[in-house]
């Protein structure tokens, strides 16, 4: 059993900028992909950024490259998003996911590759 906690939501305006982290514990030695999905009251849940250890990469949604950027310690199995210049759009929770079969990170975006999930963290844009 892997369990998954995230921390770093909050408030922020747009343009602003904001990390979220997310730690691993449990049987986290054969998790090989870590990532972050959001869902928005009514909308289905969607990638955001993955990091792939065992693939040597990182994934992510169009709607974010160039503004987030996903990171991560292998050792520790933890990850961290950092949203800059943030949108109304970005608005959610922030869930974070952990993939124990290992791979290039190819489907690191399809959301039924993960086994466990995180209980979320609020992030709220405003305008």
């Known amino acids: 059993q892997v369990y998954l906690t995230e921390s770093g939501g909050g408030s922020v305006q747009a343009g602003d900028s904001l990390s979220l982290s997310c730690a691993a514990s449990?049987?986290?030695?054969?998790?090989?992909?870590m990532a972050w999905f959001r869902q928005s009251p009514g909308k289905e849940r969607e990638f955001v950024a993955a990091?792939?250890?065992?693939?040597?990469?990182?994934h992510y949604a169009d709607s974010v490259k160039g503004r987030f950027t996903i990171s991560g310690d292998n050792a520790k199995k933890t990850i961290t998003l950092e949203m800059t210049r943030v949108q109304v759009e970005d608005t959610a929770v922030y869930h974070c996911?952990?993939?124990?079969?290992?791979?290039?990170?190819?489907?690191?975006?399809?959301?039924?590759?993960?086994?466990?999930w995180g209980q979320g963290t609020q992030v709220t844009v405003s305008s």
């Open positions: 990091v792939s250890w065992s693939g040597g990469s990182t």
């Open positions: 449990g049987q986290t030695s054969s998790v090989y992909t």
């Open positions: 996911a952990a993939d124990l079969a290992y791979g290039d990170g190819t489907w690191a975006h399809r959301i039924g590759v993960y086994d466990y």
